[in-house]
T-cell receptor
Framework: ETGVTQTPRHLVMGMTNKKSLKCEQHLGHNAMYWYKQSAKKPLELMFVYNFKEQTENNSVPSRFSPECPNSSHLFLHLHTLQPEDSALYLC?????????????FGPGTRLTVT | GEDVEQSLFLSVREGDSSVINCTYTDSSSTYLYWYKQEPGAGLQLLTYIFSNMDMKQDQRLTVLLNKKDKHLSLRIADTQTGDSAIYFCACNAGGTSYGKLTFGQGTILTVHP
């Protein structure tokens, strides 16, 4: 148990569906991250939120829409996805002021787009 | 930008030591990390080292840092079958305020009985 939870753990959705992934951290951190992990590819950083403000968007397609209502919660809204978006989506959090910046990860959401 | 490289596979016998190597390009990285990922799970932080240290030991884990060569290694003593997993090296980008990490592609460690 890392203090970062993600729901759902598994999600199967059609290309026309809309769904959301949820992440919650109980560590008092002030930064949260979304990563995509595909088979045989390096971990890809998608979005960074720092004190609820988005500070990085790594050229992610607009069919992925993040939302960070407060420092403890992070969402990833999904719509009209493609089969190549099937992957493990990982959320992480960290302290970004005066610390060693280590990130703590949730267990991930395994997404399958049919 | 920062680049982090790792060998893709390592196979060892149970009871032997495992050494996983990593090289990085950003000499201004202040912290370097090792993560473990078991099948179907997220990344678990194993340990990290501050860039002004050469070595850090934590039970069966030893981290060595050669800052001159930008080389990081993780040694696992008395490797067990439960250590079979993917191991990721990561570095924080120097000079940033939000702790962005760059990860290597991961080393798949297989431990044979």
């Amino acid at each position: 148990e890392t203090g970062v939870t993600q729901t759902p753990r598994h999600l199967v959705m059609g290309m026309t569906n809309k769904k959301s992934l949820k992440c919650e951290q109980h560590l008092g951190h002030n930064a949260m991250y979304w990563y995509k992990q595909s088979a045989k590819k390096p971990l890809e950083l998608m979005f960074v939120y720092n004190f609820k403000e988005q500070t990085e968007n790594n050229s992610v397609p607009s069919r992925f829409s993040p939302e960070c209502p407060n420092s403890s919660h992070l969402f990833l809204h999904l719509h009209t996805l493609q089969p190549e978006d099937s992957a493990l989506y990982l959320c992480a959090s960290s302290q970004v002021v005066g610390g060693s910046y280590e990130q703590y990860f949730g267990p991930g959401t395994r997404l399958t787009v049919t | 930008g920062e680049d982090v490289e790792q060998s893709l596979f390592l196979s060892v016998r149970e009871g032997d030591s495992s050494v996983i190597n990593c090289t990085y390009t950003d000499s201004s990285s202040t912290y370097l990390y090792w993560y473990k990922q078991e099948p179907g799970a997220g990344l678990q932080l194993l340990t990290y080292i501050f860039s002004n240290m050469d070595m850090k030991q934590d039970q069966r884990l030893t981290v060595l840092l050669n800052k001159k060569d930008k080389h990081l290694s993780l040694r696992i003593a008395d490797t067990q079958t439960g250590d079979s997993a993917i191991y990721f090296c990561a570095c924080n980008a120097g000079g940033t305020s939000y702790g962005k990490l760059t990860f290597g592609q991961g080393t798949i460690l297989t431990v044979h009985p």
